[in-house]
């Protein structure tokens, strides 16, 4: 399932992200990258240090914690530390999926779901779309500043060369409790459909039932 999330931040936050970038050292993004990913992966992310990367986690995650879309959408179990990547003219990331286990310095954990935060004007940079391959086509996305996607990390993607301006992203991946992108989306539609229930008629036998079934569905699913 693919998810886009209009506005996770607002223009304060994003403007308070770019102060705390502003002169950040950013370092080749192949470092950071599989070998088969690191073959075709052209950018520059931010080095990560202390200071500047707890302010960072600090706006981004207030914001997914509090974001229903992102909840109940991907079931977070545990959320990476954010990266920012940068593409200047020439940069591009063919086509990969990600790493299965991520983390190096801290807990390692299985990635199964993909964000992509985007922190810059679509107007003020020319190519860099994200590709995601889904089963019903590739999908092209270059959305608002503050918006986000989230895709199952197994999917196959790549962002196109930028040829004009800068592309800024923050990426992070999630293990989800519920690992199977299938499942997470049959809950994130029944969870639609229950708080409409809950909202529109709390009393109804039916609202219980499908409550009742999304709470069980998740307790059978969920892998902890």
């Known amino acids: 399932m693919l998810l886009t999330i209009p506005a996770l931040l607002n223009s304060a936050q994003i403007a308070k992200i770019h102060e705390i970038i502003a002169d950040a050292p950013f370092i080749d993004g192949k470092l950071t990258a599989g070998f088969a990913a690191g073959r075709v992966k052209r950018n520059e992310e931010m080095r990560p240090e202390p200071e500047r990367m707890q302010r960072l986690i600090r706006i981004i995650m207030a914001s997914l914690g509090h974001h229903e879309t992102f909840r109940f959408g991907v079931l977070?179990?545990?959320?990476?530390d954010p990266i920012?990547?940068?593409y200047t003219p020439g940069m591009a990331y063919g086509e990969h999926v990600d790493d299965p286990i991520m983390g190096t310095?801290?807990?390692r954990f299985r990635s199964d779901v993909s964000m992509t935060i985007f922190?810059?004007?679509?107007?003020?940079?020319e190519g860099g779309e994200l590709f995601i391959r889904t089963p019903f086509g590739e999908q092209r996305i270059k959305p608002a500043a503050g918006d986000?996607?989230?895709y199952p990390s197994s999917s196959l993607h790549r962002v196109l060369e930028v040829t004009r301006g800068?592309?800024?992203v923050a990426l992070t991946w999630i293990q989800s409790y519920v690992r199977d992108p299938a499942r997470r989306e049959l809950l994130y539609e029944l969870n639609l459909a229950r708080e409409r229930?809950?909202?529109t008629a709390p009393e109804e036998d039916t609202t219980a039932y499908v409550d009742r079934s999304y709470a069980n569905l998740v307790r059978m699913w969920?892998?902890?």
């Open 148 to 150: 986000a996607v989230v």
């Open 166 to 168: 800068e592309r800024l």
């Open 84 to 86: 920012i990547a940068r």
């Open 222 to 224: 969920s892998d902890l």
């Open 197 to 199: 229930l809950l909202k």
């Open 76 to 80: 977070p179990h545990r959320v990476a």
């Open 105 to 107: 310095t801290g807990p």
């Open 119 to 125: 922190l810059n004007d679509p107007a003020s940079y």
